[in-house]
Each structure stands twice: as C-alpha cells, then as structure tokens.
C-alpha cells in the first residue's frame, strides 16, 4: 500500500476521537507532504534538523510536535518552529522552553513524558514523580501541561505493553482530576505501529505511528 492509502486507512480506523501523530523520522519531506495530502494533520519529527527541513515544503498548515529527545541547544528553534513539545521530563528544559516563549510571547503547549518502565537508560519522568514534577511545570507561565506521553519498555509482543499502558492511564486520571492551575490534561499520547491498539484500549487518544505508514526503517 502507498503512503496515501496507508494514512487514509488509519484515519478510518481511528474516527475521530484518536489523534494521529505521524512519526517522520528520518522520512523526506516529500514524504511528509504525501501524509498531509492524504489527511493527516499532525506531524510528528525527533530531530530539529528533520523538521526544519520539512518545513520548507509543508509550510504552516499541519501542526508540528516534537516527539524527541530534547537538546539545550536547541530549544530555541523548538520553541520557534514547533506546536507542541510530547517529550518535557525536566525542569531545566523547562525553564528554557518558558524563556523562549516569554521572548516570542508564546505559549508552548507540552505533554510530560512518563517513564512507565522505570527504565534507567530511557528519558521520562518516573511514575511516582509525574504529579509532582507537573506541580512544578504549572508554575511556569508559557507552558501549557496538555497531557502525558509514554514509549514503554521494547517488547515482542504488543499485549505485554499494556500494564504500562495502563499505569500511565491511572497517573493521567489522577492528575485530570487535580484541576491544577496550568494543567489540562486533554492528551494521553501511548502507542506506535505494533502497539497502538493495546494504548487505544488502555485509554489512549493519540498515537504516534511511523513504520506502518511509511514501511520498515532501513
């Protein structure tokens, strides 16, 4: 299947209630622009370098999110080309996302990253953290908590995804029901090609697909 009928395909699947994150890592802006034509309103990249190339071609029409690692150096051309930020685990970065958006006069809308496997080689915030290290976020002015972000362990077999899934569906509910100042809470962004079923079940309303869309990664 084409790219086209790819996207097309999980945007049947999905209705409306699931937001579709396409995953563009690495992938060409060519590419890029055959998701948007196919319907796809928001683009997904890890590297600036990525986006800032896509960007060229796509222009302002899809809505971008960062979904990688996030690098001091360049948090500025973050704030300046991104919509929202799935990966905040620290306040350092932060501190630095709200000092640029103070210069733009922004507001950066962020999802916080769990580390639902409490893997120690992984970024995200640990599970027993989330809440209080969301307390803290809310206190900076241009940053908007939307929701939170999982990846899980690297697991075979997608129903092994599902008690971290669904751990991160209990902190998202609880945190929901804080109503704290500066926290929506409108996103829970779980799941990738092989998993993306199992976070829908567990609660999920974004998803972050790549390699069903665009084949394996070479």
Do not use: W
Not at 89 to 94: P, Y
Not at 149 to 169: H, I
Not at 178 to 189: A, I, N, P, W
């Amino acid at each position: 299947m084409s790219i086209e009928e790819q996207v097309q395909g999980l945007l049947r699947e999905l209705g409306q209630d699931i937001h579709l994150v396409v995953a563009a890592k690495n992938r060409t802006p060519a590419e890029v622009m055959e998701c948007i034509h196919a319907g796809a309103r928001i683009i997904g990249e890890n590297y600036l370098q990525d986006a800032e190339r896509a960007y060229q071609v796509i222009g302002t029409g899809p809505i971008l999110h960062f979904i990688g690692r996030l690098q001091r150096k360049k948090i500025k051309k973050i704030v300046q080309l991104f919509d929202m930020v799935q990966t905040l685990d620290n306040l350092e970065m932060a501190s630095l996302i709200n000092r640029e958006c103070l210069s733009l006069d922004k507001t950066m809308p962020v999802l916080v990253e769990v580390n639902s496997g409490k893997e120690v080689q992984k970024t995200g915030v640990m599970p027993e953290e989330a809440e209080g290290f969301i307390k803290q976020v809310s206190d900076f002015e241009h940053l908007k908590v939307m929701g939170l972000m999982t990846m899980g362990p690297l697991l075979a077999d997608p129903e092994e995804y599902r008690p971290y899934f669904r751990l991160t569906r209990q902190i998202f509910e609880k945190i929901r029901a804080l109503r704290m100042k500066g926290v929506q809470m409108d996103y829970l962004s779980m799941g990738m090609t092989d998993s993306y079923r199992v976070a829908i079940e567990e609660g999920a309303n974004m998803v972050r697909i790549g390699s069903k869309i665009f084949g394996p990664r070479v």
